[in-house]
């Protein structure tokens, strides 16, 4: 296990392997790297490390990467933004108003005043049908009578 001493050691190694080591700190670690092998190691595998891999430029923050719209074709179908778990609660809710609405007519049926004007228009009905049976027996004997 290292000691505290060792792993600062490090992180020295690894930045002035990146360059990035202060000039204050440059001298004191260049007398520790003539002596330490797992300094000269790490300086060394980062500087094979940095020879093999590319080195690309970091954009300065993610808002000034520029976002590519797709592309649409002539023959694309427009997109909606359609939730299908919208689809339970505005279904329960559509059940539920078709519900109340059937209740508040059944009992608007069933109330004294629409019983009497349903009792009236009824009894019209039957007078209708009633007179209706007359005039036709007035017809058969009318036409028997010729």
């Known amino acids: 296990m290292q000691s505290k001493h ?3 050691m490090d992180e020295a190694a690894l930045l002035y392997a990146y360059g990035e080591l202060p000039q204050s ?10 002596t330490c092998s797992v300094c000269q190691n790490t300086i060394k595998a980062t500087n094979l490390l940095n020879a093999a891999l590319p080195q690309i430029k970091a954009p300065e923050s993610l808002d000034t990467v520029p ?25 329960a809710a559509a059940v ?23 009792e009236s ?15 036709t027996e007035d017809l058969i004997s009318y036409i028997d009578n010729l």
């Open 96 to 118: 539920i108003t078709v519900m109340a609405i059937g209740f508040y007519q059944t009992a608007a049926i069933y109330s004294a005043r629409n019983q009497a004007a349903a």
């Open 6 to 8: 060792d792993v600062k």
């Open 121 to 135: 228009s009824i009894d019209a009905i039957y007078d209708s049908l009633y007179t209706l049976e007359d005039e």
């Open 25 to 34: 700190e440059e001298k004191a670690f260049l007398e520790h790297l003539k």
């Open 67 to 91: 976002y590519a719209k797709p592309k649409k074709s002539w023959f694309s179908l427009p997109r909606f933004n359609f939730n299908l778990r919208l689809l339970t609660p505005l279904g």
